[in-house]
């Protein structure tokens, strides 16, 4: 038999590996942001068209490519960056592996312009899925231009996998930002569908930051520095007061490089304990720098992790550093610690009688007046919750058997034993702050009254945007927010139907915008952090999940303002919350997929008392 094996041609081998390092069209905009960077260029400008699947287009005043350059830079594995296996642990620059270029114009159509400064006339390439369709003398402008358009044109099940384009979109900010973010004495323009979404003038760190994220980050922001020898780490941090429930702006940077490192976003919060509660994310841009030698940077073009030599020491260095900027500007000494509050025992029956200047009053539990007019609280609110579909995942009489004894008749002194006086409203009782426990027929229902409140606001929030309910409350005194450009794009993209959940937002500037109501219960709430929040959250959905508008708008705001697990709660509120619970279309699992409550059946608790 004749042999079989070959090798492949090498605009198969490059497809191969594109589909390694271009996994979308952020990707490709890293990628020749990177190569613009590397290229000495003090301005980049970017261009894309309906997020970048279209048209990507980077360029810059770096220093340019010869003629044959230009031709080489498309070859795998061909770069000028290293040269020999040592410059691996010497590695400056962003690019290194020669793959980028290569892997693009084996899946896109690409247009190249390049000049070197001495040159007189430039280079122009076109090439299409490996192949070169073109090759001249142009003049063009010093630098490098680089189109690629029509990206995974020849690969269209990647293409049709991509997510919806606001979902890409989100991909190219963050890799842009992650980019300017550190390259802050380099120029930047990025338009987005002929609209210009960024400018960005040659600044000093932090004035960069500020562009990039909102003229509020100017008085959030606490500066670290820590230089000794060999490592030196710089940065901005966040006051704990503005820390965020939502993972937020958290940025580590090595030697130029964004990197995610959970090891060291953990010093960080390390740092921060005690200062914030314990699901606020602060947050930071830490800059470190060292010796290539003493990290792995050998790492896969898509993954943004990276080892150091000695991990430890580096958690160290940062949690002191950023103990020591917490420290410097007083700010341990001048903040209010969250003291916790241990309510885990309370006198019986006398839990009505506490008084807790951190509570609110039952009335103001539920955002919207609306639900609780519906069903006003009474004496016997098991009686009045609807009973519907949710029921039939559990032993049909458990959940009516919740009622107090003496009003459902259903069940005899045996099963149900006759309780003391008060015993109707301790049928439900709060545990460890967090759950809520009452007997059911069959055992103990728990409820976890955050993920309760979830799925409540969540279906109520969703009704309301669905059938257009609006509700309004206005305010007196209407309150300024702002934010950074692609925020206040999308808030501006999603006013319509904020506005139906009784969020009254107009356009004041540019990234300005006026709030002039806001649903009742809620009005007190610091609505700039209220609308990051969401906004967070509704960018986190879109790019893990893809969710539609609506549904991605009600999950983040019922997220964002679910009662944290931790507040104790009114026996009243208490049962309010189990009533509504059980009147959701879905009572079982919150909006993400966690289970609401679990049942203790009575045979385990039989079992566990030998019974
Ligand atoms: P790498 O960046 O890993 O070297 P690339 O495929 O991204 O690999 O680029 C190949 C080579 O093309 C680079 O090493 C560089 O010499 C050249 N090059 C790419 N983009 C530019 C640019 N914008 N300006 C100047 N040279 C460039
Ligand atoms: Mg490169």
């Given at each position: 038999m004749a042999d079989i094996i070959q090798l492949l041609p090498d605009s198969v081998a490059n497809q191969i590996a594109a589909g390694e390092v271009i996994l979308r069209p952020a990707s490709a905009v890293k990628e020749l942001l990177e190569n613009a960077i590397d290229a000495g260029a003090t301005e980049i400008n970017l261009i894309i068209k309906d997020a970048g699947k279209t048209l990507i287009h980077v360029a810059d005043n770096?220093?340019?490519?010869?003629?044959?350059?230009?031709?080489?830079?498309?070859?795998?594995?061909?770069?000028?960056?290293?040269?020999?296996?040592?410059?691996?642990?010497?590695?400056?620059?962003?690019?290194?592996?020669?793959?980028?270029?290569?892997?693009?114009?084996?899946?896109?159509?690409?247009?190249?312009?390049?000049?070197?400064?001495?040159?007189?006339?430039?280079?122009?390439?076109e090439v299409e899925g490996s192949r070169v369709k073109n090759q001249v003398n142009c003049s063009c402008p010093a630098g490098t231009s680089v189109q690629v358009k029509n990206l995974f044109f020849n690969v269209p099940a990647r293409r049709s996998f991509l997510k919806a384009e606001s979902a890409e979109q989100k991909h190219i900010v963050d890799e842009f930002f992650r980019i300017a973010l550190v390259y802050h004495e380099?120029?930047?323009?990025?338009?987005?569908?002929?609209?210009?979404?960024?400018?960005?003038?040659?600044?000093?760190?932090?004035?960069?930051?500020?562009?990039?994220?909102?003229?509020?980050?100017?008085?959030?922001?606490?500066?670290?520095?820590?230089?000794?020898?060999?490592?030196?780490?710089?940065?901005?941090?966040?006051?704990?007061?503005?820390?965020?429930?939502?993972r937020g702006e958290q940025y580590f940077f090595v030697n130029g490089r964004y990197i995610r490192h959970p090891y060291l976003h953990h010093s960080i919060e390390n740092a921060y304990r005690e200062l914030i509660p314990v699901d606020s994310v602060p947050s930071y841009f830490i800059y470190i720098d060292t010796d290539p030698g003493t990290i792995d940077i050998n790492i896969h073009p898509t993954k943004t992790e990276i080892n150091f030599l000695d991990n430890k020491v580096i958690y160290a260095v940062i949690r002191s550093a950023v103990r020591q900027a917490l420290g410097i500007n007083n700010i341990l000494d001048s903040i209010d610690f969250e003291v916790e509050r241990s309510h885990d025992y309370l006198p019986p029956g006398d839990d009505r009688q506490v008084k807790n200047p951190f509570d609110?009053?039952?009335?103001?539990?539920?955002?919207?007046?609306?639900?609780?007019?519906?069903?006003?609280?009474?004496?016997?609110?098991?009686?009045?919750?609807?009973?519907?579909?949710?029921?039939?995942?559990?032993?049909?009489?458990?959940?009516?058997?919740?009622?107090?004894?003496?009003?459902?008749?259903?069940?005899?002194?045996?099963?149900?034993?006759?309780?003391?006086?008060?015993?109707?409203?301790?049928?439900?009782?709060?545990?460890?702050?967090?759950?809520?426990?009452?007997?059911?027929?069959?055992?103990?229902?728990?409820?976890?009254?955050q993920r309760a409140h979830e799925r409540i606001l969540f279906e109520q929030y969703l009704d309301r945007i669905q059938h257009h309910q609006q509700i309004i409350q206005q305010e007196l005194f209407p309150f300024q927010v702002s934010f950074g450009s692609s925020d206040a794009e999308l808030l501006e993209e999603i006013m319509e139907d904020l506005n139906i959940l009784g969020f009254h937002l107009n356009k004041l500037g540019k990234n300005t915008f006026v709030v002039s109501g806001t649903p009742s219960g809620i009005k007190d709430a610091d609505l700039q952090a209220l609308l990051e929040d969401l906004l967070d959250q509704y960018k986190k959905n879109l790019v893990d999940l893809g969710?539609?508008?609506?549904?991605?708008?009600?999950?983040?705001?019922?997220?964002?303002?679910?009662?944290?697990?931790?507040?104790?709660?009114?026996?009243?509120?208490?049962?309010?919350?189990?009533?509504?619970?059980?009147?959701?279309?879905?009572?079982?699992?919150?909006?993400?997929?966690?289970?609401?409550?679990?049942?203790?059946?009575?045979?385990?608790?039989?079992?566990?008392?030998?019974?």
């Amino acid at each position: 038999m004749a042999d079989i094996i070959q090798l492949l041609p090498d605009s198969v081998a490059n497809q191969i590996a594109a589909g390694e390092v271009i996994l979308r069209p952020a990707s490709a905009v890293k990628e020749l942001l990177e190569n613009a960077i590397d290229a000495g260029a003090t301005e980049i400008n970017l261009i894309i068209k309906d997020a970048g699947k279209t048209l990507i287009h980077v360029a810059d005043n770096g220093g340019g490519m010869s003629e044959r350059d230009a031709r080489m830079s498309f070859e795998r594995h061909a770069t000028s960056k290293i040269r020999q296996a040592n410059d691996l642990f010497a590695i400056r620059t962003l690019g290194f592996r020669g793959e980028a270029l290569a892997s693009i114009a084996a899946i896109a159509q690409v247009e190249m312009k390049t000049r070197r400064h001495e040159d007189e006339l430039g280079t122009l390439i076109e090439v299409e899925g490996s192949r070169v369709k073109n090759q001249v003398n142009c003049s063009c402008p010093a630098g490098t231009s680089v189109q690629v358009k029509n990206l995974f044109f020849n690969v269209p099940a990647r293409r049709s996998f991509l997510k919806a384009e606001s979902a890409e979109q989100k991909h190219i900010v963050d890799e842009f930002f992650r980019i300017a973010l550190v390259y802050h004495e380099v120029r930047f323009s990025f338009h987005q569908n002929q609209k210009l979404l960024y400018q960005l003038q040659a600044t000093v760190r932090k004035q960069r930051i500020i562009a990039l994220f909102g003229s509020g980050y100017n008085e959030r922001l606490v500066p670290v520095e820590h230089i000794s020898g060999a490592i030196s780490i710089t940065g901005f941090i966040g006051k704990p007061e503005y820390a965020r429930k939502t993972r937020g702006e958290q940025y580590f940077f090595v030697n130029g490089r964004y990197i995610r490192h959970p090891y060291l976003h953990h010093s960080i919060e390390n740092a921060y304990r005690e200062l914030i509660p314990v699901d606020s994310v602060p947050s930071y841009f830490i800059y470190i720098d060292t010796d290539p030698g003493t990290i792995d940077i050998n790492i896969h073009p898509t993954k943004t992790e990276i080892n150091f030599l000695d991990n430890k020491v580096i958690y160290a260095v940062i949690r002191s550093a950023v103990r020591q900027a917490l420290g410097i500007n007083n700010i341990l000494d001048s903040i209010d610690f969250e003291v916790e509050r241990s309510h885990d025992y309370l006198p019986p029956g006398d839990d009505r009688q506490v008084k807790n200047p951190f509570d609110t009053p039952p009335s103001a539990f539920n955002p919207f007046d609306h639900a609780s007019d519906r069903r006003k609280l009474s004496a016997e609110p098991w009686l009045k919750a609807p009973v519907r579909g949710w029921e039939s995942l559990y032993d049909n009489s458990d959940f009516k058997s919740i009622q107090p004894p003496k009003n459902d008749g259903m069940f005899s002194e045996t099963e149900f034993p006759p309780a003391s006086q008060e015993s109707d409203r301790a049928t439900v009782f709060q545990f460890q702050n967090r759950y809520l426990v009452s007997s059911i027929k069959s055992g103990l229902v728990v409820i976890d009254q955050q993920r309760a409140h979830e799925r409540i606001l969540f279906e109520q929030y969703l009704d309301r945007i669905q059938h257009h309910q609006q509700i309004i409350q206005q305010e007196l005194f209407p309150f300024q927010v702002s934010f950074g450009s692609s925020d206040a794009e999308l808030l501006e993209e999603i006013m319509e139907d904020l506005n139906i959940l009784g969020f009254h937002l107009n356009k004041l500037g540019k990234n300005t915008f006026v709030v002039s109501g806001t649903p009742s219960g809620i009005k007190d709430a610091d609505l700039q952090a209220l609308l990051e929040d969401l906004l967070d959250q509704y960018k986190k959905n879109l790019v893990d999940l893809g969710l539609d508008k609506s549904t991605n708008l009600a999950r983040s705001l019922a997220f964002s303002q679910s009662a944290k697990s931790g507040r104790r709660l009114y026996t009243e509120e208490m049962i309010h919350l189990i009533d509504e619970l059980f009147s959701c279309k879905a009572p079982e699992l919150t909006p993400g997929g966690l289970k609401v409550f679990a049942i203790i059946p009575v045979d385990q608790i039989n079992q566990l008392l030998n019974r």
